[in-house]
């Protein structure tokens, strides 16, 4: 059972945004710091990815581990409440993302996920992107 009131769950939720969001922001940053110019959110591009590194033709899906299932994860839990809702909810999610990444390599896009519990470690963060963006 949820321990807030319907009112209160329903302000909380309002305020989560699909855009700027802290983990975008950090990996941002990061990119910005390490010399990387992008643009953010091409409507033109499937999904429309958060970050578009055009030189390198890889975009950055940066996932929320809650919202987009990040498996093995303790911010991916389920909540108690309203299970078939949210077992509903985070299917599509999933559904979509994974419609959105074929998309995006089927335009010749190299595609890079990065979690919400990859930014909050700076070192590794930095690792992982470059992982994705130095040349083969």
Not at 60 to 67: K, N, P, R, S, Y
Not at 92 to 119: A, P
Request: some cysteine; proline content about 4%.
């Amino acid at each position: 059972m949820d321990i807030l009131s319907k009112e209160r769950r329903s302000w909380n939720m309002s305020r989560i945004r699909g855009k700027n969001t802290v983990p975008e922001r950090v990996v941002r940053s990061a990119l910005h710091r390490m010399g990387y110019r992008f643009r953010l959110h091409r409507p033109d591009l499937p999904g429309k990815p958060d970050i578009v590194l055009r030189r390198y033709n890889t975009v950055i899906l940066v996932h929320g581990c809650f919202w987009h299932r990040h498996k093995g994860c303790k911010f991916a839990y389920t909540p108690k409440s309203r299970k078939r809702f949210w077992k509903q909810k985070f299917e599509r999610n999933v559904q979509r993302d994974h419609q959105v990444k074929r998309l995006l390599k089927s335009r010749g896009w190299r595609v890079c996920v990065i979690w919400e519990c990859e930014t909050e470690s700076d070192k590794l963060l930095s690792r992982r992107l470059l992982e994705v963006l130095e040349p083969r």
